[in-house]
């Protein structure tokens, strides 16, 4: 039997937190491996060792094979662990590891080469008497080709890529008009993301399931499989919410599904964690989608429900160590939820959020687990992917986990940057989840213009605390002993603030009366408010004898606000004195968010109509089209091809 001292966790953010728990529990040392971009991150504190492999594109650092072995080598590191995305299906890197005598915490070289494409799995699955979605997968990768066996397949398709997976380089198509487009966009992204161009066509279905089987098998020949994941919960391609077991499986479907996976395990002799995907249409049929060589993100439901800990496994069977677990003793206990939290703006199309969390704290609750990667003052920068942490929960019912996770949301205050806690907390609270008849299309039909349900009360609430934060730090700011925050020489006169929320104010006027009591209105409504403490971040202020718990931050010119129940507020301060800015000129169009220019769809002097792509951008792995929003000519561009732009980057500007 081998034997691991050491693990060099080749990825970053919550995953490498993750595996670096249970290796310090079973006993052994790891090593972080970071860009520069992540210098300061939790995951580089949290390590035994850290070694620095430069860049900040993924591409440059975690991509980066000949770095990470170089820093398992000089770190005298046993094993690597790859987590998931990065290099982690990579059979090329899995080779390297063994040639270089370092232990691989995953399946072999041969098995991820076998299974780790899309289409020499779908061949797998095929012969191992699996069935399997109608589609192309064959080695012409011209659009043409393309074109012509989405017509003999029957539109809509899908188009994936190969080489990955998480919704890189997916696109659907609706007819023969869309298909070019998709097919350079496809094969851009999935050329970036996985160093792969191949493209694959399967019919697609507006309505359908997603489920998986977590498989595992060890070098003696036992394989296994610890029941299945509901990951139907999507947002472009994306997983946003998942759970065990699936709501949508009765026993008998949940056996065939589960044989099936064990068959394909078995045809490659599969060897440490892996996961099958499959599709479920509306009559129950199941269809083979893919085979996910390494561990998931949403791991945690299975460990959950079934206790266990799959890292664990994964680490012995990497040893050689043999599982000897019976098919009879693993069963399913109780219901596990699992919401992925995103630096993204669900309100702005769901574009990348970065900069640094000025306050980030887990709720304290026994039946919630976090997987995190981010503490207080953490930076998010763009060079990623947008997740920052996941929320587990478990209880003994679906319904009672979902009443638990609507409180752990609600319990998990991240200021500073805007996150989608908000937005999840109405996926849970939708009738369709809450019934189990959700489909992978959920979050398109019924969330594609999302704006945050908030209530007249709540609003007026998080302005008031807001503005007791603002009367606080200046009070603590007097040098005198007695107070003068908030005096003024006509007594009666009140004094404003003012915020903007959204696309309008909240305007509040106040008066100081004593020990921290006031008197506010605020449109119509009156308060009578009382300060009751602070404790740093928290404010527990009594609004109309209502005794309300916020948690209150600032920087530069925005509060950042936890309501104990609506959620987090963004309110822009409005200076009661400004200066004329300097305005963005007329047919401007300023970057959404920061990133790469991918590509430029325009040249100056072209005539454009409304709707046309302008330029293609690139930012936490994901690619957003700026499109015209009139009928006008190009007058100039001021950005290039693969340069890096910063959020309200002037990009180019139109005549009318």
Known sequence: ????????????GEIAIRVMRTAREMGIRTVAVFSDADRKSLFVTIADEAVCIGGNAASESYLDQNKIIEAAKRTEADAIHPGYGFLSENASFAQRCADEGIIFIGPSAEVISKLGSKIKAKEIAIEAGVPVVPGYNGKEQSAARLKYEAEEIGYPVLIKASAGGGGKGMRIVNNAEELEAAFDSAKREA????????????????????????????EHGNHMHFFDRECSMQRRYQKVIEESPSPSLDEELRTRMGEAALSLAKAVNYTNAGTVEFLLDEQKNFYFLEVNTRLQVEHPVTEMVVGIDLVQMQIAASMGVELRIEPEMLMQRGHAIECRICAEDPENNFFPSTGKILFAEAPFTFFTRIDSGIESGSEVSMFYDSMLAKLIVVADSRTNAIQKMELALDSFPILGITTNIGFLKELVQHPNFADGTFDTKLIERDFSSYKKLVSETALHETTIAAMLYEWAIKKEREMFSHSLNGWRNIPYQPQSFEVEFGTGNVKLEYRYRQNGKFEVKAGEENYDIKLSSVDDNLYVIEIDNHRIKFVVTKNETEYFIQ?????????????????????AAKGGYIAPMPGEIVKLLVKAGDKVQSGKGLLVMSSMKMETTIE???DGEVEEIFVAEKGFVEANTLLLKMKD
């Open 1 to 12: 039997m081998k034997t691991i001292k050491k693990i060099l966790i080749a990825n970053r």
């Open 563 to 583: 309501h104990p129940s609506a959620g987090t507020f963004r309110l822009k301060e409005v200076p009661r004195f400004t200066e004329p800015g300097n305005a």
């Open 628 to 630: 015209a929003h009139s």
């Open 191 to 218: 050329e970036k993301s996985f160093g792969d161009g191949s493209l694959l066509l399967e019919k697609y279905f507006p309505k359908a399931k997603h489920i998986e089987f977590q498989i595992f098998g060890d």
